[in-house]
């Protein structure tokens, strides 16, 4: 009898060992059977949303600088301002499509910024956001460059220069007007991102009117249209410290050298700290004006997923 239950135990030991080879070589088999985007696909939802934003940074300042570009590089002849006011508007209503549904969109630090100031987005995913931007909008700005390569010297005859007939580094970053002093270009920062925070707050507000679903990108872009248009003429209207200070940095190393910071009486630093600011503003305005006053949810648990939804589906840009 002993005998017989020991060849049963070392009969039943010897068939989990070939399930357990049969299952390690099914997994293996899994794994090389995988296509090649399984393999490449991302499992971290915060690194997702870190690609996202640079994806959409990046396609963000390629649609606004092309469109400067092709405005300035054609003398003018290929739609002037409002070529590139319209060209911007739709730039970002693209680069939201391309990325809303995974990051939010913000591909802006100034609305990531203010998400995290009203806590609807976490602090720990603001680094990897505003990193990914400024390096999206740098990757965009070495693209123009090397797209647009033959017009700019063939513009500029060789010489890259921030100031003068010739300039071309407007193209990449935002200069002010020769009028504009340094408290009125901050002002105008300000007022433009807080404005544009107000109106996306209330685009995605589901308690108020907002956008049909599926069309909050064109409302995005319709506003960065109207506010192009209304204020866009003191100093390019950036509302963007990514979308500017990113291809100034990049101008500064490809050719046009450090007076793109010195310009402007240094004005290279009113177009981050103002839509940082301004953003803040218009978001606490927003909630202090209108979302705050809404009729609450008794459920708390419909409360909770409607800060969720917000957080998934939050866009905004500028360019």
């Known amino acids: 009898m002993g005998t017989q239950n020991l060849q049963k135990r070392m009969s039943e030991a010897d068939a989990t060992k070939g399930d357990r080879r049969s ?92 998400m995290c100031m009203t806590g609807k987005m976490s602090w720990v995913k603001l680094p990897f956001y505003v990193s990914a931007q400024f390096l999206g909008a740098i990757t965009g700005s070495a693209a123009v460059f090397g797209v647009y390569y033959d017009a700019l010297m063939k513009y500029s005859g060789g010489v890259l220069t921030v100031t003068g007939p010739n300039a071309t580094a ?23 991102t807080a404005l544009l925070l107000i109106l996306v707050f209330a685009i995605f507000d589901k308690k108020n009117i907002a956008a049909p679903n599926g069309l909050e990108p064109v409302a995005v872009g319709l506003l960065i249209l109207a506010l192009g248009l209304s204020l866009g003429s003191n100093c390019g209207g950036a509302m963007n410290p990514a979308r500017d200070l990113g291809p100034r940095i990049f101008t500064a190393l490809a050719g046009w050298g450090s007076e793109v910071f010195t310009a402007g009486n240094n004005f290279w630093w009113i177009p981050v700290v103002g839509p940082m600011c301004g953003a803040v503003i218009g978001a606490y305005i927003y909630i202090l004006c209108i979302e705050a006053h809404h009729k609450k949810e008794p459920d708390a648990l419909n409360h909770n997923l409607d800060i969720d939804h917000f957080e998934k589906h939050e866009l905004a840009s500028m360019a």
């Open 170 to 192: 407007h193209i990449f970053a935002t200069y002010p007007s020769p009028y504009l002093s340094t408290i009125n270009g901050l002002a105008d920062q300000m007022m433009s």
């Open 23 to 114: 299952s390690k070589y099914s997994t293996l088999d899994m794994k090389e059977n995988r296509s090649c985007l399984e393999r490449i696909a991302l499992r971290n939802s915060l690194a997702k949303e870190t690609l996202s934003e640079f994806f959409g940074t990046c396609l963000l300042v390629t649609f606004t600088c092309c469109s400067v570009a092709t405005s300035v590089l054609n003398y003018g002849t290929s739609g002037g301002t409002l070529g590139v006011i319209v060209g911007c508007a739709l730039g970002v209503t693209m680069a939201i499509y391309a990325t809303g549904g995974v990051s939010g969109g913000h591909i802006n630090p100034a609305v990531s910024f203010a």
